[in-house]
């Protein structure tokens, strides 16, 4: 069964530091592999996805994550945070074999930015 | 900005009741999914429909239904409530069969009292 786990529920920083977000994937079969974020009474949106291909991954707004199959990992990082930047940030994770599979969300981490 | 309208944005319903929860997707979007995000937790997989017929469900029981219709709109209906299906439900359509394209609605917030 697959199953996505993120390690930290919390991660305070301050303005301007770099952050990483982690994410662990557990999949015996191959896995697209995404991250959204969701702001305050919002849905979710869609920051960044790896389907194949090149093993980095960047957004428009200054994220990157790096799929590395051998460690099942798919970390969120961003060299220098902005206030706009805080949200709560979901890995996911859906098996590359199915047409009508479920996403499978990790429990979420909370990203808040210091001044 | 989202492609994807549900409504209402806010519910209060009591234990026992019924509820329908809709949601609008965009033109050609003939996938739609439906997530339970409790307080706190990730979503998670109610059900999806392409075309019409329910092709992939969750760890929910039965008295969590849906329909999806023609003109791309779709509804999710919970009959007896229970407190703990208070939760934000999301609906994400997508064009076709696959699970990477989806686009997310911002919600409903359901409580149960």
């Known amino acids: 069964a697959q199953s996505v786990t993120q390690l930290d529920s919390q991660v305070p920083v301050f303005e301007e530091a770099p952050v990483e977000l982690r994410c662990n994937y557990s999949?015996?079969?191959?896995?697209?592999l995404f991250w959204y974020v969701q702001y305050p009474n919002q849905g979710l949106q869609l920051l960044l996805k790896?389907?194949?291909?090149?093993?980095l991954v960047e957004s428009i707004n200054g994220f990157e994550a790096e799929f590395n199959k051998s460690q099942t990992s798919f970390h969120l990082r961003k060299p220098s945070v902005h206030i706009s930047d805080t949200a709560e940030y979901f890995c996911a994770a859906v098996p590359g074999y199915s047409s009508a599979s479920k996403i499978i969300f990790g429990s979420g981490t909370r990203l808040s930015i210091r001044p | 900005e989202t492609g994807v309208t549900q409504s209402p944005t806010h519910l209060i319903k009591t234990r026992g009741q019924q509820v329908t929860l809709r949601c609008s997707s965009q033109s050609g979007h003939n996938t739609v999914s439906w997530y339970q995000q409790a307080l706190g937790q990730g979503p998670q997989f109610i059900f999806q429909y392409y075309r019409e017929e329910e092709n992939g469900r969750g760890n929910f029981p039965p008295r969590f239904s849906g329909l999806q219709f023609p003109n791309y709109s779709s509804e999710l209906n919970v009959n007896a409530l229970e407190l703990d299906d208070s939760a934000l439900y999301l609906c994400a359509s997508s064009p076709g069969h696959e699970n990477y394209g989806y686009t997310f609605g911002s919600g409903t917030r359901l409580t149960v009292v």
């Open positions: 999949s015996s079969v191959s896995v697209y």
């Open positions: 790896y389907l194949s291909g090149s093993t």
